[in-house]
C-alpha cells in the first residue's frame, strides 16, 4: 500500500517567517495529495491540493509544489500568522482506487509572535 | 445541512463494553468514510461506503468492528467487546465523486476512552 513520510513532526517558526513542509510517497501511481489543517480539538479541514498533472498550485499564502520523479511534494506557507499554528496533514489517495487516502503522521506548527 | 455531524463528541466506556457512534454525511454525500486517528499520527483508513455498500474494509477492522450505512444516509461504527487499544478518534468523512478536489469533508469525530 502507499506509504506517506512527513517532515518534520514539529516546527516553529517567527510570525511573518516561512513554513515549509514535506512529504515523500511510495507508490508512482498515486495521483492526488492533499493538505489538511487540524486544530485543537476540531476536524482535519482542507486547505490546498495538487494533483499529478500540474507541479505547483498556490492559493494567497499558501502553496504545494509536486516532484513526481523524486515521489516528494511540500507546503509552503509564506507570512505565517498566529492562527496558523495548528498539526498539518500530507495525504496521498491510494491507486488504483480513487476514494482511500493514506496520511502523513502530521507536523506540528507553532506560529510565535 | 452544513457538514459532517458525528456523535456522540466523546465516549468513556470501561474495557468489554460496546460502544456505537454516528455520522450523518452532507446529504449530498454518497460516499462515507471512517477513519481512526491516534495521538500524535494521521487519520488511517478504516472503511468505505457508497451509498447503502460497504465497498472496502481495512484489515486494521478487526471482526469486533461493525460498520453501516443502512439507508445509504447515516452510518454507524460499532466496537464490540472494547479494549484499552481501541481508545482514539474515529473520523467520519463524506465526500461526492468526481468532485473537482474529491470533496473530502471530515467530521470533528467522536473520541473514544477505554478505562
Known amino acids: 500500500g502507499e506509504n506517506v513520510e512527513q517532515h518534520p513532526s514539529t516546527l516553529s517558526v517567527q510570525e511573518g517567517d516561512s513554513a515549509v513542509i514535506k512529504c515523500t510517497y511510495s507508490?508512482?501511481?498515486?495521483?492526488?495529495f492533499p493538505w489538511y489543517k487540524q486544530e485543537l480539538g476540531k476536524r482535519p479541514q482542507l486547505i490546498i491540493d495538487?494533483?499529478?498533472?500540474?507541479g505547483e498550485k498556490k492559493d494567497q499564502r499558501i502553496a504545494v509544489t509536486l516532484n513526481k520523479t523524486a515521489k516528494h511534494f511540500s507546503l509552503h506557507i509564506t507570512e505565517t500568522q498566529p492562527e496558523d499554528s495548528a498539526v498539518y496533514f500530507c495525504a496521498a489517495l491510494i491507486p488504483p482506487n480513487d476514494y482511500k487516502l493514506s496520511f502523513g503522521a502530521g507536523t506540528t506548527v507553532t506560529v510565535r509572535a | 445541512d452544513t457538514g459532517v455531524s458525528q456523535d456522540p463528541r466523546h465516549k468513556i466506556t470501561k474495557r468489554g463494553q460496546n460502544v456505537t457512534f454516528r455520522c450523518d454525511p452532507i446529504?449530498?454525500?454518497?460516499?462515507l468514510y471512517w477513519y481512526r486517528q491516534t495521538l500524535g499520527q494521521g487519520p488511517e483508513f478504516l472503511t468505505y461506503f457508497q451509498n447503502e455498500a460497504q465497498l472496502e474494509k481495512s484489515r486494521l477492522l478487526s471482526d469486533r468492528f461493525s460498520a453501516e450505512r443502512p439507508k445509504g444516509s447515516f452510518s454507524t461504527l460499532e466496537i464490540q467487546r472494547t479494549e484499552q487499544g481501541d481508545s482514539a478518534m474515529y473520523l467520519c468523512?463524506?465526500?461526492?465523486?468526481?468532485?473537482?478536489?474529491?470533496?473530502?469533508?471530515f467530521g470533528s469525530g467522536t473520541r473514544l476512552t477505554v478505562v
Open positions: 507508490d508512482s501511481a498515486s495521483n492526488y
Open positions: 446529504s449530498e454525500h454518497n460516499r
Open positions: 468523512a463524506s465526500s461526492v465523486p468526481g468532485h473537482p478536489n474529491y470533496g473530502y469533508t
Open positions: 495538487i494533483r499529478s498533472n500540474v
